[in-house]
């Protein structure tokens, strides 16, 4: 049984993605010097994702899929060929999805929660800073809803991918344009998880976010 069908008409979704100073920041820790940096921009730029699925050398999505001509069209390409290396809640390694909190305040505790525990891999304890750009987004869609739905509670496992991965993949077989869900960080908060970028709509900039921590074992603040 497949989850509900649930007409989405919703404005303003907030997706945060790391400005460049700060993806720049992180890679400086690994070069010795501005010219290995510079290398290591290159190479970055040679190999990435997102102009490999733009050129249909993904295998994951084709290049009909993707955008083109319309603002911000390679942030959003970006979200669905830069998957994670062992996938995300409700996608796998070789396509990406858009997530989005319908609240400011769920996709900064989401977003918050993945730098902490990327703090504590590497047990970080000094301060650490990261900015992010909040990108606004529209949706006029139906989408599966698995929101209070008992069938579908373990695809909110706090630990593991497993359950909601399988069932993201059958959905996307199907033909669904995404999933509804309760953000497993933030109580309370809702968010989504779009399969197709024709509809992730109305892309623009909203306000830059700051996270500091200042530790890994510290609560964030946000500015």
């Not at 999505?61 to 809640?89: C, K, M, Q, W």
């Not at 949706?139 to 706090?158: E, K, Q």
């Not at 069932?167 to 344009?177: N, T």
Request: charged share 25%; net charge negative.
């Amino acid at each position: 049984m497949r989850p509900q069908l649930t007409p989405v008409c919703e404005d303003d979704t907030h997706r945060l993605i790391p400005t460049r100073d700060s993806e720049k920041r992180v890679l400086a820790r690994i070069a010795d010097d501005e010219e290995q940096l510079k290398e290591i921009l290159e190479l970055e730029s040679a190999t990435n994702d997102r102009l490999l699925g733009e050129a249909n050398l993904l295998p994951g999505i084709s290049v009909h899929e993707l955008l083109f001509g319309v603002a911000h069209a390679y942030i959003v390409n970006a979200a669905f060929t830069h998957a994670r290396p062992d996938g995300s809640r409700f996608n796998g390694p070789e396509r990406g999805a858009w997530y989005a909190g319908l609240g400011l305040v769920t996709a900064r505790t989401e977003i918050s929660f993945r730098k902490s525990q990327e703090l504590k891999e590497i047990g970080w304890h000094e301060p650490e800073t990261f900015k992010f750009e909040d990108y606004l987004a529209d949706f006029r869609a139906d989408f599966h809803d698995i929101r209070n739905d008992p069938t579908y509670a373990d695809c909110l496992d706090r630990n593991s991918y497993d359950r909601s991965q399988a069932v993201a993949k059958d959905l996307l077989a199907l033909g669904s344009a995404g999933i509804v869900y309760q953000s497993v960080r933030h109580s309370g908060g809702i968010c989504i998880a779009c399969f197709r970028p024709a509809l992730v709509t109305h892309v623009r900039t909203g306000r830059r976010i700051t996270v500091t921590f200042s530790d890994c074992d510290a609560d964030p603040t946000f500015s």
